[in-house]
């Protein structure tokens, strides 16, 4: 009997992929990071910054909200459930449990995954490289993604193509990202008078109300660059907080490695995509 039901759920299976509409060629991209899922040491992540990179994924609808990801290269499909932390990899034949996902969408174009095995939501973000496992209760921001059409990213890279021209201006600096990663809001004591500016030829300068920071830096397709170290004047800054934030702005101006806007915001991001520097036009 438990051998006569295995095989019920494989024809059913079978029969839902076979009788889907045509399937969609997409993309995932971390709405976290703005980074394509691509594969990195067998597992997907994260991690490309140009579409072109990035895996293609037929989609196959299942019922209701359910769905399962069809590796193109392959043709085989994307099991969550591979080692210990439940990573996620191409390279399953069948679309059982592990292949499935719950497909919830949470505004703005961005959608959650959810594993029809475990229960739990799939993170970007799992390790150095931001891997993608099923491992996270609740949907937030690394568990959320968008499922780009391939027919409409062209040559589109995660930085948005930005250059200096269009970065060049004066900003508010608004979050930084503090030695733990974590990205704070400045306090009210810092906000007023933390400020960056950017001129087309490359040349940068900040301060925060003490000293003075500037640093040569190239901008190129969404890339980020700092030439050589940033250089700073060295007075002796009244409130302690100044001189962390100080240090903390050199710091991630060597750290940073992409750049995207979004109207009148630029955010910087690590290699890995975390965010580490938000600036509001002025």
């Not at 891997?131 to 959320?144: D, F, I, N, Y």
């Not at 000293?211 to 409130?239: D, L």
């Not at 101006?253 to 915001?265: F, I, K, N, P, Y």
Request: aromatic share 4%; charged share 20%; hydrophobic share 40%.
């Amino acid at each position: 009997m438990k051998r006569v039901a295995h095989t019920l759920l494989a024809l059913t299976l079978l029969f839902a992929a076979g009788t889907a509409a045509k399937a969609d060629e997409v993309l995932l991209q971390s709405a976290k990071s703005g980074l394509y899922v691509t594969v990195v040491n067998g597992t997907l992540a994260a991690w490309a910054r140009d579409a072109r990179q990035a895996t293609k994924l037929d989609t196959v609808r299942l019922d209701g909200n359910k769905i399962a990801f069809r590796d193109i290269r392959s043709g085989t499909y994307v099991r969550a459930g591979v080692g210990q932390n439940t990573m996620l990899a191409a390279g399953s034949p069948h679309i059982r449990s592990w292949e499935t996902f719950e497909l919830n969408r949470i505004g703005r174009g961005e959608v959650a995954l959810r594993s029809g095995q475990n229960g739990l939501y799939v993170r970007a973000g799992v390790g150095p490289r931001s891997h993608l496992a099923a491992v996270s209760q609740r949907a937030r921001g690394w568990e959320a993604f968008r499922m780009v059409d391939v027919r409409n990213t062209g040559g589109h890279n995660a930085g948005g193509g930005i250059d200096l021209r269009a970065l060049s201006g004066d900003y508010r600096i608004t979050h930084a990202a503090a030695d733990n990663g974590f990205l704070v809001r400045l306090g009210q004591e810092l906000a007023g008078s933390a400020r960056m500016s950017i001129q087309r030829r490359g040349i940068l300068s900040a301060t925060v109300g003490c000293n003075s920071i500037s640093a040569q830096i190239s901008v190129e397709n969404g890339q980020f660059r700092t030439r050589g170290q940033p250089m700073s004047t060295k007075m002796g800054c009244p409130i302690r907080a100044q001189s962390l934030l100080e240090t903390r702005i050199s710091q991630i101006l060597t750290e940073a490695r992409t750049v995207e806007r979004d109207r009148q915001t630029v955010t910087l991001r690590a290699r890995n995509g975390a965010e580490l520097l938000k600036l509001r036009r002025i």
